[in-house]
């Protein structure tokens, strides 16, 4: 739909032209009559205008992994939620049609805010809400449903630092709601190597020592383990080849040793597989592996059986992510080598981990203190007050 938007204001453009170049009858000399240059652009530049904005929410979903549209979808449909609750009585599609955003202000953003967290939702969520619903309201500003002023209000409202939650938590009796964790669950790297080394000898357990290796030596999204191809794998060259649809681009990563170890036990399973199937197959009772490939859910809920078996609670696929890249990060990896191998966009989140993995005081001696004053060497006594010591010199 979004391609229509050129064909669109070109077809509009030339509309101009048409409807302003009045052709005398044929018995008379051609004079064509014209407006001026500038009165041409400025009316081809309003039918150029009013294309972008019938097609500007069409355009901007077309640029949009299939996971963010679903978040924000998710998003706006709490704040029809909100808005229903404030008594209004009928809320259009406000992920498609700008029209729909007419009548919100920043007052009722603001508002929504305020709701969710007198709702319990996790300061972290707010936070993501309240920019979902600002970038469709800047959507609609520019599609001529909000004025400018109206628009440059909505922007102003803030959300909430981490030192604010903090605070904001300490005051309020519901902090989350959900299922969704406060915080990752941590591992050690040795729990990590029990996760990828203690399986069964069976299809299964080969199918989940290569899972394992993938989510935490090469630190792969859920989505990206379940979308991987037979294709994806080299066993015999150590890489594997994949795509990251979070920021649409396809990455190859050379394999840890672990995870080699893991695809070249794996690959006799592969043997005969068209090159698009599935990597990792859903598995059957009796241990044997299935044609289908495993789903999100499918992997997040083996991951979690898996870590139980290891004692390991609430483990997801996820914080198999998180330790892969806090281990990197404390490891002293660059953060735009960290950016590069997570297919992150940008450098914000490596740098989370980075900071997050740094010791606070890291180059003081702060055994010095202890290590002065060993069991072999004698302690000084306090000096008592009054009393000299014995290389002062006193009155005689």
């Known amino acids: 739909m979004c391609y229509n938007y050129a064909v669109d204001i070109i077809i509009n453009v030339e ?13 008379l000399p051609a004079k064509p009559s014209q407006p001026p240059l500038p009165v041409l652009l400025e009316q081809a530049g309003q039918a150029a205008d009013a294309a972008a904005a019938r097609y500007r929410f069409a355009d901007y979903r077309a640029r949009r992994a299939a996971q963010t549209l ?24 406000l992920n498609a ?4 955003w007419r009548g919100v202000t920043w007052g009722l953003v603001e508002a929504f805010v305020k709701w969710m967290l007198k709702e319990g939702y996790a300061v972290a969520s707010v936070n993501v809400r309240l920019s979902t619903v600002k970038t469709y309201a800047r959507l609609a500003f520019q599609a001529g449903a909000l004025s400018a002023e109206t628009h440059a209000l909505i922007r102003s409202v803030q959300g909430y630092s ?5 605070r904001l938590d300490q005051k309020r009796p519901r902090q989350r709601v959900g299922l969704k964790k406060e915080a990752p669950v941590s591992i050690t790297p040795e729990q990590a190597w029990q996760l990828k080394n203690a399986h069964e000898d069976t299809p299964q357990g080969k199918r989940d020592a290569l899972l394992m290796c993938l989510l935490l030596d090469h630190g792969l999204r859920v989505g990206e383990a ?18 990251r649809p979070k920021v649409n681009k396809t990455q190859t990563h050379r394999l840890s040793r672990d995870a080699l170890a893991a695809a070249r036990a794996y690959a006799p399973f592969l043997a005969g597989q068209a090159p698009s199937s599935p990597l990792l197959r859903r598995s059957l009772k009796n241990g044997r592996l299935g044609k ?5 859910r499918a992997i997040t809920q083996r991951v979690n059986t898996l870590a139980r078996r290891a004692g390991i609670y609430g483990l997801s696929a996820h914080d ?11 490891s002293g990896v660059d953060p735009f080598a960290l950016q590069q191998a997570g297919g992150w966009s940008s450098l914000a989140m490596p740098r989370r981990y980075v900071e997050d993995s740094e010791i606070a005081n890291e180059g003081l001696a702060v055994d010095a203190t202890d290590s ?25």
């Not at 049609?97 to 729909?100: E, G, I, L, S």
């Not at 981490?162 to 903090?166: D, F, G, I, L, T």
């Not at 379940?226 to 794998?233: E, F, K, S, Y």
């Not at 069991?375 to 009155?395: I, L, W």
């Open 97 to 100: 049609d700008p029209q729909a």
């Open 70 to 93: 679903r978040r924000q979808d998710a998003d706006l449909a709490l704040f029809a939620e909100f808005l229903y609750t404030a008594r209004v009585s009928f809320v259009g599609e």
């Open 15 to 27: 509309n101009i032209f048409l409807t302003t170049n009045h052709m005398p009858p044929s018995n």
């Open 162 to 166: 981490q030192r604010e939650k903090r």
């Open 226 to 243: 379940a979308g991987l191809t037979a294709a994806a794998l080299d066993a015999q060259a150590g890489l594997l080849r994949f795509f």
């Open 372 to 396: 002065e004053i060993s069991p072999q060497s004698p302690q000084r006594s306090p000096r008592q007050p009054g009393k000299k010591e014995n290389n002062e010199t006193g009155p005689r």
């Open 320 to 330: 198999c992510r998180h330790y892969w890249a806090t281990s990197a990060a404390r």
């Open 292 to 296: 289908a490939g495993m789903s999100e």
